[in-house]
């Protein structure tokens, strides 16, 4: 056997692993139909992508205003969505309002969304399950009144059930008649009756 070089440099068995950017972890694509502008959204939305993440909606608020529209950020793809980063949303979107332009998340997660709801730092920001409900929800919105405040219709907020209000609930199997186009068996899973 030959003797080994102990004068020889060691070599790395891995090569060092280039710094991590934001872009690496959320990525951002714009769509647009008509005055509505819609920023989709993919990876995971945390405080480490916040600065990121405020920067492309604000460019993407910057194209709707330009054509007088709104807003709506596609959440559908992200595997992560921080509450810091949702309440970040929240206050931008509360500003670009005031601006005239509406910001609605869309996202698929019944939880995210009663999450929001019941923060008050999140409550007023109007979230939809799909990108057409807030595309329909958006197109339907009032132009201001005279007065500066909103006009006859306003763009519904997902909000958590206030206690007391009576609500039909249905068991899945259970018969319902009365409801024209619609079938008479209730298909899904059974929720709890209210007392």
Not at 14 to 35: A, E, I, K, N, Y
Request: net charge positive.
């Amino acid at each position: 056997m030959k003797p080994s070089d102990s004068s020889a440099a060691p070599v790395a068995l891995t090569s060092p692993s280039p710094s991590r950017s934001p872009g690496d972890q959320l990525v951002f694509r714009t769509l647009r139909r008509g005055d509505i502008v819609v920023l989709a959204v993919r990876g995971e939305a945390d405080a480490f992508t916040l600065p990121l993440w405020r920067q492309k909606v604000r460019e993407a608020v910057e194209t709707a205003s330009a054509g007088g529209g709104a807003l709506i950020v596609d959440a559908g793809r992200l595997g992560f969505l921080s509450l810091r980063t949702l309440a970040a949303l929240a206050a931008d979107a509360a500003a670009y309002r005031r601006d005239g332009v509406q910001v609605c998340l869309v996202t698929g997660d019944a939880r995210l969304a009663r999450l929001a709801g019941a923060d008050s730092r999140t409550a007023s920001l109007p979230i939809r399950s799909t990108v057409v409900a807030a595309v329909t929800a958006l197109s339907r919105r009032p132009e201001t009144t005279a007065g500066g405040g909103p006009g006859r219709f306003r763009t519904p907020i997902v909000t958590r059930d206030e206690p007391g209000i009576d609500r039909p609930a249905y068991r899945a199997g259970e018969i319902v008649a009365g409801h024209a186009g619609l079938p008479d068996t209730v298909i899904g899973t059974a929720m709890p009756r209210r007392r």
